[in-house]
């Protein structure tokens, strides 16, 4: 099975939205609502930030938001501020196998 | 909250087995999906498997024929066992727990490297 796309790298200023893609098949992101979404700063282990496509887990601030159209989900942030500065990371039920699938990895850069 | 620690050889040689032992504490491993993830230097992340805390497991499709994970209740831990190695499988392993039915990872270890070398 073959890793879910996402863009090498996206930036924005202090307080813009930028958004993050994550693009599969209908085997995984698009035939599932299951998409989660990880935040990893430099050195440290990942961070769930999204599951279940738009759930929030507690703690999580109210600025990132998922969605999902047809095959390709998408993480949005927005008011972005330093700290978002880490690599994100989709990942996806995928039926073949019952399997889990990540994506490819985003590095937000904050200008 | 649960924290979770990955123990095991930072140091494996080629053709060799890989094991690690992710230690649960501050909660039960009862009622949780347990998962293995690696990540090789500078690159992205890739889901090895998981066993539940009945013991059944689901591995990924490419190291499948490689790897077994497997519980021990008594002692609130699970482990990786990794055979045949190759400097490929030289990565950061991170274990991670993950309610039913395990579709995400809402906790993770700080993650252990091992390097595959002679």
């Known amino acids: 099975q073959s890793a879910l796309t996402q863009p090498r790298s996206v930036s924005g200023s202090p307080g813009q939205s930028v958004t993050i893609s994550c693009t599969g098949t209908s085997s995984d992101v698009g035939g599932y609502n299951y998409v989660s979404w990880y935040q990893q700063h430099p050195g440290k282990a990942p961070k769930l930030m999204i599951y279940d496509v738009s759930e929030r887990p507690s703690g999580v601030p109210d600025r990132f938001s998922g969605s999902k159209s047809g095959n390709t989900a998408s993480l949005t942030i927005s008011g972005l501020q330093a700290e978002d500065e880490a690599d994100y990371y989709c990942?996806?039920?995928?039926?073949?196998?019952?399997?889990?699938?990540f994506g490819t990895g985003t590095k937000v850069t904050v200008l | 909250q649960v924290q979770l620690q990955e123990s095991g050889p930072g140091l494996v040689k080629p053709s060799e087995t890989l094991s690690l032992t992710c230690t649960v504490s501050?909660?039960?491993?009862?009622?949780?999906?347990w998962s293995w993830i690696r990540q090789p230097p500078g690159k992205g992340l890739e889901w090895i498997g998981y066993?539940?805390?009945?013991?059944?497991?689901n591995y990924n499709p490419s190291l499948k024929s490689r790897v077994t994970i497997s519980v021990d209740t008594s002692k609130n831990h699970f482990s990786l066992k990794l055979n045949s190695v190759t400097a490929a499988d030289t990565a950061l392993y991170y274990c991670?727990?993950?309610?039913?039915?395990?579709?995400?990872?809402?906790?993770w270890g700080q993650g252990t490297l091992v390097t595959v070398s002679s």
């Open positions: 501050g909660g039960s491993i009862s009622g949780y999906y």
């Open positions: 066993v539940s805390s009945s013991g059944s497991t």
């Open positions: 991670a727990q993950s309610r039913y039915p395990g579709y995400h990872f809402d906790y």
């Open positions: 990942c996806s039920y995928a039926d073949s196998y019952t399997s889990r699938v």
